[in-house]
């Protein structure tokens, strides 16, 4: 059991990837604590995870992650590992980016993120872990994109400083950049219709050598191997889970 006595704590680990790594975290002994903004998916996770406690928190709410921190050390007293998952999609061409959806995208994929770590530090210490879910997105050029690869371009930035930051109080940070995997967030993206994600779908599936989308289970693996002791000597990096999309092209 990996991941005996930790307290870990997912943020939008109420569904996707997010609920598939707290389970996986559970069975492996971790006591887990999730948040998302979304009251009912978040008690139905609580429910599928054995003594799971689940905190409802926007991650663009800056205070509002003050608060869970502050709540979680009342509660547990440390964090041990911390993944940062919550994000949102966010597909339009140049012409028809607003900025208010370039606003929302960034406050939630890279300002969130950024300050979920900086308010979680007071409870992280030797040996911690942070794994941040980053986007191949951010590394190709995919049209219509350009929204939320720019905020996982700045998210994979961010990291590798934060990572240089840290080595020195032995807390380590790193990414898991999945590809196409089929998860809600996919069907919550800002003017997309069912038909436009279907196209979607199709052109991912496309520049996929194994010619099939991911599953949150494969995404939760990986994240659980950098959170463990097998990655301790491991940092700063940035795990590609996608099929060979990236590597392959």
């Not at 999609?89 to 969130?112: C, Q, T």
């Not at 905020?151 to 840290?166: D, N, P, R, S």
């Not at 010619?211 to 700063?236: N, P, Q």
């Amino acid at each position: 059991m990996r991941f005996d006595n930790k307290t870990v704590l997912v943020m939008g680990g109420n569904s996707g990837m997010g609920l598939a790594s707290a389970k996986a975290f559970a069975s492996e002994g971790a006591k887990v604590r999730i948040t998302g903004r979304n009251p009912k998916t978040l008690d139905e996770a609580v429910a599928a995870i054995p003594d799971a406690v689940g905190y409802q928190a926007d991650i663009s709410d800056i205070t509002a992650t003050e608060r869970l921190i502050s709540r979680i050390e009342a509660q547990d007293g440390k964090i041990d590992v911390l993944y940062v998952n919550a994000g949102v999609g966010g597909f339009a061409p140049l012409r028809d980016i607003s900025e208010e959806d370039w606003d929302f995208v960034h406050s939630v994929n890279l300002k969130g993120c950024v300050f979920a770590i900086q308010k979680a530090l007071k409870l992280m210490g030797k040996g911690g872990s942070i794994i941040v879910t980053g986007s191949i997105g951010a590394h190709v050029s995919l049209p219509g994109n350009l929204t939320y690869a720019a905020a996982k371009g700045g998210l994979y930035a961010a990291v590798k400083v934060i990572a240089g930051e840290l080595v020195s109080e032995k807390i380590r940070v790193n990414m898991v950049s999945p590809g196409p995997i089929d998860t809600p967030l996919l069907h919550r993206n800002p003017g997309m219709d069912d038909k436009a994600v279907a196209a979607l779908k199709e052109q991912m599936l496309g520049a996929i050598p194994m010619h099939r989308m991911g599953e949150a289970d494969e995404v939760a693996r990986a994240v659980l191997f950098l959170a463990s002791d097998e990655a301790s000597f491991i940092t700063a990096a940035n795990l590609f889970v996608d099929g060979g999309a990236l590597e392959l092209r």
